[in-house]
């Protein structure tokens, strides 16, 4: 056998493998956001993956599993769920007809951050606060983004309801 088709064999080798690369890189579905194994306190994140193609299945679920999942057809490479998540641990998957990304992991953690400003007290956290103050008999809730007033000297305690 001679050099040249030895050579021109290997180049057709090459270039098959470099399609068949590419090619696999064109239909799979790579997700991107939230990341594998990230923990945020934002509980409306905007889930993000690359594909060619459209049409996509987004499922979400709090089970790895995927026996309860709560699904979106979106058409484009990013969703946002239309209300807050939960606190907790999710999982995700991007599936295009037979083409899938596999399973994304991330937790979505409480996040409590509080802050006073002379009379003012508002809950700048993720999740609902009971808070208790000398002036207030018992505790009440303070919502997320809520705020109320409250004495400019007053010990506050506030804590995750």
């Known amino acids: 056998m001679?050099?040249?088709k030895i050579a021109f064999g290997a180049m057709n080798v090459m270039v098959i493998g470099l399609l068949a690369v590419l090619l696999a890189n064109l239909i799979t579905i790579q997700l991107v956001y939230p990341n594998h194994k990230l923990t945020t306190a934002d509980r409306t994140p905007v889930f993000m993956w690359i594909g060619m193609q459209s049409d996509f299945t987004l499922?979400?679920?709090d089970n790895?599993?995927?026996s309860s999942p709560v699904t979106a057809k979106v058409d484009g490479n990013s969703y946002a769920f239309p209300s807050e998540l939960g606190i907790g641990t999710y999982y995700w998957k991007v599936e295009s007809?037979?083409?899938s990304s596999g399973t994304g992991k991330f937790t979505?953690?409480?996040?409590?951050v509080v802050s006073r400003n002379e009379s003012n007290l508002k809950n700048e956290g993720n999740v609902p606060l009971s808070v208790q103050a000398p002036?207030?008999?018992?505790?009440f809730v303070l919502g997320v983004e809520e705020s109320i007033?409250?004495?400019a000297e007053e010990n506050v305690k506030a804590e995750q309801a």
């Open 2 to 4: 001679d050099r040249n």
């Open 59 to 61: 499922s979400l679920d």
């Open 64 to 66: 790895k599993d995927f």
């Open 97 to 99: 007809g037979p083409f």
């Open 108 to 112: 979505v953690m409480s996040s409590v």
């Open 135 to 139: 002036s207030i008999t018992g505790a």
């Open 149 to 151: 007033d409250i004495g």
